[in-house]
Structure formats: structure tokens, C-alpha cells
DNA sequence: TTTTATTTTGATTGATTGATCAGTTTTTAT
DNA sequence: ATAAAAACTGATCAATCAATCAAAATAAAA
């Protein structure tokens, strides 16, 4: 029965990762501290040193959990369309729904990216291979498939999936105490505008 | 002689900003400490303390320092311009140039506006009129303005001005140890992707 | 049941932080 | 020249932090 063995570790851990990412939203990176994710988890700290090996591996999982949860959702949405002119929209639909409704998400995993560095000080989001880069080759992908099976036309599929990550990211600037018609509305025309740039 | 009594104490505190800036980037803002600072700057962590009245003091007066530098850079090459196309080109081309020759500037730029906090405990990058803003606001008027005068045709000037930029922003996640080729690369190719946005 | 392994607590530790302040030097004004 | 104001130093303080650890509680295995 090893899977029973560690039930009880794997849920305390999603339980203190969950706390960290209310404590990182509501204060931010240089106001998280253990003792407030633990009394948040209402819990100790010790505990939490018991389940990671510090503060950077408790940051660490928190960012894979929430790179994951981001990453799933939209592969899912992309998955269901059929055509690459679909897939995009999806990519782009889904990425900005998803700031639109799981805000705290993304507010922690900004907070992450933006303040953990690597062992030789390289900022998060300065790493190639960072969880979210998964996104990126998905969206370009999407690109030059696109672009293969002649839905698009000629552009730069680098330049052009940048510009569209830039769109979905600066999302989570729009207004957020409206409900999600400004979202949509974004949205809406987000899309129109990267047809005419690849159509 | 009014001037001269202040001579020194602007000369002090822009030396201080400009050891900030320089730790910003080495370390990022949660390892920037004012003992790091104020040995950067060659004096001592009181003398910050006698020209600003604390860190949060020294950061919002770094961000506005940081902040002019920038508006002054890229309102200039706009203002240059004649056309509402030519003022728009020079904006996001100017925004992409600042961003690979001042990247230092930027970077610290950035680890303040995502991590220090209003007294209500609001992050600087949720603030309505926060230093950037003033960019959004000539960005927004160049495009609504080029519209007016049918140089560009229709759309929602926000979220075109949001696209843009958000295309600036990315640039500084390009690669930066190669030479200026790839940020005008990437610059010429922003530029042709949102001219077919506009006209 | 007894033994062993896992989980949890909370007090403690050593390090670092921003801020303060008494006292010194330098500049400016009279 | 003298007084006053401004600029500056560095030691010190209280607060906060991540991490540690001995001891206790709980669960699993024998």
C-alpha cells in the first residue's frame, strides 16, 4: 500500500499550497511569510519545513500546481477545436477567461515568476524552460501548423505568438470589479485583431 | 541663493536612486536591502534615511526617476513625427529600442511596480495612474487621433493600445545576450503586424 | 497489543532587516 | 570669525524571518 502511505502527505501539501497562494495574492511576495501560510493552513511551521524543504521548494510546487492547473485549461479548450484557426481563438479565449476568472492564479504565479531567482540569480521569468514556456509552444505550434495547412498566411510565428501572449497577459489589467462582459468584450476583439494580422 | 543650499542634497539623492536601480537589478526588490544600497552608493544606511523618509520613500522616488526617464525618451521620438502613423511607428519602435539599450532601467522599473504596495496594500501595477499610465494615455491618443483624421481606420483604440502594448512589454523577455539585430528584427515585424491592425 | 514509522507542534535560534539617534563634520549665513 | 544649519556617520534597536529540533501525537505494521 505505498499510494495509502503518502495520501495523507500529498493532501497536506496541496493544503499548504493552496494557503500560499491566498497569502501571495492577499500580501504579496515580500510580505509571505511561512508563519502566514501556516496560520493560514492553520497549521504550524515546522510543518510546512517538514513537507518542502524550504520556502523556495514550497514555491516551487506552488508554481508547478498553479503553471499546471493554467496549462490544462487551455490544452483542453485547444483539443476540442478542430481547425487551427479554432485551436487559436481557444488559446486566446481560454487565456484571457482564465485571468478573467481564476484571477488569484495567475496574481500568485506572477508573484512567483517575478521574485524567485535561481540558485545563480537569474530571475523566474528570465528561465527559458519555465513552466509557463509550455504555453508558448503550444501557441506557436498552433502557428505554423497553421500556416502549413494554409488557414494562415505568412508571418513571423515567433513575433506574432508574442504579440498574442502580450494581449492575454495585460488582460489582467482590465477592470476587475465589473462582471466578465469587459472580459468578453476584450476578448471579442483581441481575436478580430490577430485574424486580420494572420488571415 | 535658494539653489545652491539644495545643490547637494539633489546631487546625494539622485546618486542613492542610482545605486537603487543598480541593486534592483542585481538582486531584485525582496534582496534589496538599504545596507546594500547605501555601500553601493559609498556612504551609509542613515544618510538614506536623512534624504528620504524610508524605503517605500526612496522606491516611489526611484519608479517616478525611472518612469520621466522613459516617457522623455519615447515622447520625443514621437514628437518628432507629423503623422499619426510616423508618431505611432516612433512610439512602439522607441518602446522596443528603450527596452534593449535600458534594460537595467526597465528591470528595476519593473521589480518595484510588481512588488511595492500602497498603504491599502494595492500593488503600484493595479494603480489607475500609476508613472506608466501617462505612456498608455499618448498611446491612446495617437491611435484615436490617427483615427479622427482617417489615417487608420476603425477600432477599439483600448484594446489596440493594449495589444501594442503588451507587444512592448514582451520585448524584454527576447534574448538579450546577442546585439541589437534581434530587438529591430522584432521591432519591424510589431510594426507590420499592427499596421495591419489599423489601416 | 506492541513496535515502528509518519505526522505534527511550538518554542528557539541566528541572521537580517528598516529605522533611529547621539554625535561629528562640512557648508552656509551673518 | 562666529553662529547656525545642513549633511553625514556608524553603532544600536526592536521586529521579523526561515529554519531547526526535541518532544508529542497519530497512524500503520507486526
Do not use: C, W
Not at 119 to 141: A, G, I, Q, S, T
Amino acid at each position: 500500500m505505498k499510494n495509502k502511505q503518502y495520501l495523507i502527505a500529498d493532501a497536506r501539501k496541496e493544503q499548504i499550497i493552496k494557503a500560499a497562494i491566498e497569502v501571495l495574492r492577499d500580501y504579496g511576495y515580500i510580505n509571505t511569510s511561512l508563519s502566514k501560510i501556516a496560520s493560514k493552513a492553520k497549521t504550524s511551521t515546522g510543518l510546512i519545513s517538514y513537507h518542502f524543504s524550504g520556502k523556495e521548494d514550497l514555491m516551487n510546487n506552488t508554481l508547478l500546481y498553479l503553471a499546471e492547473h493554467e496549462k490544462a485549461s487551455i490544452k483542453e479548450k485547444v483539443e476540442k477545436e478542430q481547425t487551427y484557426t479554432g485551436k487559436l481563438m481557444a488559446f486566446i479565449e481560454e487565456g484571457i477567461a482564465y485571468r478573467g476568472t481564476k484571477r488569484e492564479n495567475i496574481t500568485a504565479l506572477l508573484e512567483i515568476v517575478f521574485n524567485v531567482r535561481t540558485p545563480n540569480n537569474v530571475p523566474y521569468f528570465r528561465v527559458e524552460m519555465n513552466p509557463e514556456e509550455e504555453l508558448n509552444v503550444l501557441l506557436e505550434e498552433i502557428l505554423i501548423k497553421g500556416q502549413q495547412s494554409k488557414e494562415f498566411n505568412d508571418f513571423d510565428s515567433k513575433v506574432v505568438a508574442m504579440i498574442i501572449r502580450g494581449a492575454i497577459s495585460l488582460s489582467m489589467s482590465l477592470p476587475q470589479n465589473e462582471n466578465d462582459v469587459r472580459f468578453e468584450d476584450y476578448s471579442e476583439k483581441v481575436k478580430k485583431n490577430v485574424l486580420k494580422m494572420i488571415k
